[in-house]
């Protein structure tokens, strides 16, 4: 079983639909999940961090974190064009006293018109 | 968050030659981080830089191929050793603000022929 794993893509979704994106992960002491968004040719940006259960909203993103499920989820309403890229999400690898993020395969996004 | 610059933005090199990229931070950072992003896939932690001391290497990354430098607290240097053609990836220095969430530099685009 992968560390981290991302819902398969890509995916695709119109634009002005909300896109989902999953992520589930196996170290159960983990405490500190991320999004990054990765365009083509560009190096991860971060646009989301959360460290409790429940949700967390920034603009358009909203973050989801299940524990228990081992499960971390990101919304992105009104999906644009612009939102299309390759979305990763990384897991704070729990009892490194060190910040080892452990990366899923990251999921590709289109958003089309 | 901090502004971080890599040099080269990318190169081309010849089998069994090496390349240093350099990994700048405008402001002083404890820990410094090395990751590789081979073509088509995700994140890999190549190791964990910090300052006066000897880098940490993650499983399956040796020093005597992915030497590393730390002078001070905003600088460090990966040197890619005795290339191959497998050794063709972006390499991603990044730094940690606030609480665990790390940035990452533009990556240096390597392709070995």
């Known amino acids: 079983q992968k560390e981290v794993e991302q819902n398969s893509g890509p995916l695709s979704v119109p634009e002005g639909a909300i896109a989902s994106l999953n992520c589930t992960y196996s170290?159960?002491?983990?405490?500190?999940f991320f999004w990054y968004r990765q365009y083509s040719g560009k190096s991860p940006e971060l646009i989301m961090s959360i460290y409790s259960n429940g949700d967390k909203e920034d603009g358009r993103f909203t973050a989801q974190l299940n524990k228990a499920s081992q499960y971390v989820s990101l919304l992105i309403r009104d999906s644009q064009p612009s939102d299309s890229a390759t979305y990763l999400c990384?897991?704070?690898?729990?009892?490194?006293?060190?910040?080892?993020?452990?990366f899923g395969q990251g999921t590709i996004l289109t958003v089309h018109p | 968050s901090a502004v971080i610059s890599q040099k080269p933005s990318r190169d081309i090199c010849q089998r069994g030659t090496s390349l240093t990229i350099q990994c700048q931070v405008d402001s002083q950072v404890t820990m410094m981080f090395w990751y590789r992003q081979q073509p088509g896939q995700s994140l890999t932690l190549i190791a964990t830089?910090?300052?006066?001391?000897?880098?940490?290497?993650e499983s399956g990354f040796v020093i005597d191929k992915f030497p590393i430098s730390r002078p001070n607290l905003t600088f460090s240097t990966l040197t890619v050793s005795n290339m191959s053609p497998e050794d063709s990836s972006i390499y991603l220095c990044?730094?940690?603000?606030?609480?665990?969430?790390?940035?990452f530099g533009p990556g240096t685009r390597l392709t070995v022929l």
């Open positions: 990384a897991v704070l690898t729990g009892g490194t006293s060190y910040g080892k993020l452990t």
């Open positions: 990044s730094v940690i603000q606030g609480w665990n969430e790390q940035f």
């Open positions: 830089a910090n300052q006066g001391s000897e880098a940490t290497y």
């Open positions: 170290d159960r002491g983990s405490q500190s």
